[in-house]
Nanobody
Framework: EVQLVESGGGLVQAGGSLKLSCAAS????????IGWFRQAPGKVREEVSC????????TYADSVKGRFTISTDTAKNTVHLRMNSLKLEDTAIYYC???????????????????WGKGTLVTVSS
């Protein structure tokens, strides 16, 4: 069973930084797409960032480009999201997701993700 466990959320002041981590287990595929979504109160869930382990391609939502960086530690099956210059509007629950079938970030999740984490709360204060 594929499992994802997020960590690293918390309370941070605007302009500050946080690093989220997602530990994946239950699969041994070499190629997969893994990344982050977020859902703010009263809003729909949105894709934040994705990375493909097959070629290292990354994608970012326009709202986080230049501020967030996604990376993987394939030896540890872990994906990180470094978030800098945090804004009030970054406040949300951040979820990790993985697709072991469609490992291109342009198509991942086309038939659903293999797994979702339970989420980690990021709160940015003024």
């Amino acid at each position: 069973e594929v499992q994802l466990v997020e960590s690293g959320g918390g309370l941070v002041q605007a302009g500050g930084s946080l690093k989220l981590s997602c530990a994946a287990s239950g699969f041994t595929f070499d190629d997969y797409a893994i990344g982050w979504f977020r859902q703010a109160p009263g809003k729909v869930r949105e894709e934040v960032s994705c990375i493909s382990t097959s070629d290292g391609t990354t994608t970012y939502a326009d709202s986080v480009k230049g501020r967030f960086t996604i990376s993987t530690d394939t030896a540890k099956n872990t994906v990180h999201l470094r978030m800098n210059s945090l804004k009030l509007e970054d406040t949300a629950i951040y979820y990790c997701a993985v697709d072991t079938t469609y490992y291109d970030c342009s198509t991942w999740g086309s038939y659903g993700m293999d797994a979702w984490g339970k989420g980690t709360l990021v709160t940015v204060s003024s």
